[in-house]
């Protein structure tokens, strides 16, 4: 089936800083999500992506979809406190959504 | 309430009890989902119904059970689970086709632990 590495697993970071996460595959896809989950909840859809090369911002956060449909990134700037949690990358192909392993961020005051 | 809620939050079963988990979803969605997630692994798909038939079963031992009265409601009966049962159970509503992406809702999950 298909499979999404995504990296890194886990990230610290101090306060301000920018952090950038991605997920690779050797599959295409049609649509890239990314979703961030906080503690105790479930995942909550932050970005789509629906065509290759496509660079999408939502407030500090910007994803793109890479232009081989093979990839995509996510990037976080001025990180605050309340990024903490799991970000999920997920790709959609032939009806089928996989999910990425997840980065466990944590942001050091 | 909102959104898709789900109960129990935690739920502790030793291997030869019966539980049910359930969800409900007051956003009129027409498709729902079963997930479980375990640590540090993807989410795993496990079934999903789609205006109350069930469409999707990933390969799923017979010890889940899912079960959808009606559009709004869904529910996992588990029996004779094995400790590494043990995950994050996350129900997701949506609207339209569940075959071609339209944006999932989820839950906060049951935390099920089996001993």
């Known amino acids: 089936g298909q499979q999404l590495n995504q990296s890194p697993q886990s990230m610290f970071i101090q306060e301000g800083e920018d952090v950038s996460m991605n997920c690779t595959s050797s599959?295409?896809?049609?649509?890239w999500l990314w979703y961030k989950q906080d503690p105790g909840e479930g995942p909550v859809l932050l970005i789509a992506?629906?065509?290759?090369?496509e660079l999408t911002s939502n407030g500090r956060l910007t994803a793109q979809f890479g232009i081989t449909r093979k990839d995509s990134f996510l990037n976080i700037s001025a990180s605050i406190p309340s990024d903490v949690g799991i970000y999920f990358c997920?790709?959609?192909?032939?009806?089928?959504?996989?999910f990425g392993s997840g980065t466990q961020l944590t942001v050091l005051p | 309430e909102t959104g898709v809620t789900q109960t129990p939050r935690h739920l502790v079963m030793g291997m030869t009890n019966k539980k049910s988990l359930k969800c409900e979803q007051h956003?009129?969605?027409?498709?729902m989902y079963w997930y479980k997630q375990s640590a540090k692994k993807p989410l795993e798909l496990m079934f999903v119904?789609?205006?109350?038939?069930?469409?999707e079963n990933n390969s799923v031992p017979s010890r889940f059970s899912p079960e959808c009265p009606n559009s709004s409601h869904l529910f996992l009966h588990l029996h004779t689970l094995q400790p590494e049962d043990s995950a994050l159970y996350l129900c997701?509503?949506?609207?339209?086709?569940?075959?071609?992406?339209?944006?999932?809702?989820f839950g906060p999950g049951t935390r099920l632990t089996v001993l």
């Open positions: 997701a509503s949506s609207q339209g086709s569940w075959s071609s992406y339209n944006e999932q809702f």
């Open positions: 599959s295409i896809f049609n649509t």
């Open positions: 992506l629906y065509k290759a090369g």
């Open positions: 997920a790709g959609l192909a032939d009806g089928q959504l996989t």
């Open positions: 956003l009129g969605h027409n498709a």
């Open positions: 119904y789609s205006l109350e038939e069930r469409v």
